[in-house]
């Protein structure tokens, strides 16, 4: 089946350090890739997304681009900020049984940024 | 604020108590998912509900039952739990693969 692995955490920064959270993925066919982002006492929110294969996405100085050929989705952001502290999902989408959508997400990355 | 309400935020109850967790959406989504969410294990999907019908059910123990009375609307009917269910269960819906979700709750069984 489709699957999912991101980078093990915990990842610390300091402010203004750059910041890469690898993925890749495992699947048939070309699903949309997104990353979610979880702040401490939050459900998770949609960071962003990518469709098709050398889309990038990109939303608060966060990117990451879709590749195809690595089948890969790493997230950067140059310089982060104490505020960027929380848990980021790297996920894929598939259609499940009865055709509903689902995702199919990583375990997480814990980022801590230090001031 | 992502239009994925939950309640209550924090439950305790001990292992004969009967609970229900509320997901409420607006969002005019057609799809409503739980997961659970344990410290140190990935995100469970645990059902899926696609205009008011069960299209999953990943294998989840019968002290867990869904309701899905309205596209807008998700129950999570507890009993009969144990200490290794606590955790935080998150309701989500979505649209064109987007999943929104709510806060969770945040539930201890003792």
């Known amino acids: 089946g489709n699957s999912v692995t991101q980078m093990e955490g915990p990842v610390t920064l300091s402010e203004e350090a750059f910041l890469t959270i690898n993925c890749t993925y495992t699947a048939t066919g070309y699903p949309s890739l997104f990353w979610y982002v979880q702040y401490p006492g939050e459900g998770l929110q949609l960071l962003l997304k990518?469709?098709?294969?050398?889309d990038k996405g990109s939303n608060k100085g966060f990117e990451a681009t879709y590749r195809k050929e690595t089948t890969s989705f790493h997230l950067e952001k140059g310089s982060v900020q104490v505020s960027d502290s929380a848990v980021y999902f790297c996920a894929l989408s598939e259609v499940g049984q009865g055709g509903s959508e689902k995702l199919v997400f990583g375990k997480g990355t814990k980022l801590t940024v230090n001031p | 604020e992502t239009g994925v309400t939950q309640t209550p935020r924090h439950l305790v109850m001990g292992m004969t108590n009967k609970k229900s967790l509320k997901c409420e959406q607006h969002?005019?989504?057609?799809?409503m998912y739980w997961y659970k969410q344990s410290a140190k294990k990935p995100l469970e999907l645990m059902f899926v509900y696609n205009f008011k019908e069960q299209t999953e059910n990943n294998s989840v123990p019968s002290r867990f039952s869904p309701e899905c009375p309205n596209s807008s609307h998700l129950f999570l009917h507890l009993h009969t739990l144990q200490p290794e269910d606590s955790a935080l269960y998150l309701c989500?819906?979505?649209?064109?693969?987007?999943?929104?979700f709510g806060a969770g709750t945040r539930l201890s069984v003792l």
């Open positions: 990518a469709t098709k294969a050398d």
């Open positions: 989500a819906s979505s649209q064109a693969h987007i999943q929104y």
């Open positions: 969002l005019g989504h057609n799809a």
